[in-house]
């Protein structure tokens, strides 16, 4: 059972750094859902490009998998033999719950309580990062997609989501008040939405599209596409 997120819904003195803990584990998916504009597709779009790009005897990682929407979505669209699911992410309880999920699904996957900056890759045909790379440090994002440039199999795609940020101060302000206005259609107040940005204020650091395709091409990756943005909120495509 899902249940509506009401964490910011009540005044607090003091607004602690946002974590991935259990409280957040219980309204997850109402929480992105309401929060993330274009998430469903994002997450469906995930399977569909997996189902295209999945290679026989390769491995799918859903890095940040969370409750593991990204990896179902996969599942359920890849028709090639000996393919490996493989989920990450270093919250104990969002795993814990993603392998419940798993079980409920019948749908095998490999999960691991880890850090994705630390976690092995190799032989991927489909490498996932749905607002993911947001949380990661900034100074260790070359790293990390360099890693995942060099663990991937030629013709294998990257999908990327992020929130992002604009060089524009114009478009900068005129998307991040019109995100607000997406929450508070989905039924968040004025107070949650400006408790939620504090608590992920030194947390979640958006980078410009610009900074995000200059790094996907730095790590080896040949096409790079948007193909999805609204507002704040991008995907993109980079294929090997
Ligand atoms: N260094 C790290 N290593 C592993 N996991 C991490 C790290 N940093 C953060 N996480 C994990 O990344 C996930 C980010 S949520 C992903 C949604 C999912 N992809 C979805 O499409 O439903 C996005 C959001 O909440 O905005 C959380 O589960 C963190 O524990
Ligand atoms: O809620 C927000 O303002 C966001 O930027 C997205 C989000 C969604 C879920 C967890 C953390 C951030």
Redesign the pocket.
Known sequence: MTQRDTLYSTPRPAIDRFA?DEQVVDVFPDM?QRS?PGYATI?AMTGILAGRYAQPHSRCY??????G??SLSMAQHIDVEAVEIIG????PA?IERCSERAKQHSTPLTLRC????DTELSKASVVVL???LQ??PEADRAALLQRIGKAMQPGGILVLSEKIRFADPHLQELNTQLHHEFKRANGYSDMEIAQKRSALEQV?IPETLDSHRQRLKGAGFASIDVWFQCFNFASLVAIK
């Open positions: 991935f992105i993330v997450i859903d890095l940040g998998c969370s409750l929407a990204s990450v992410d270093n919250s969002m880890e850090s994705i900056q749905n607002f993911t949380f990661v979640l």
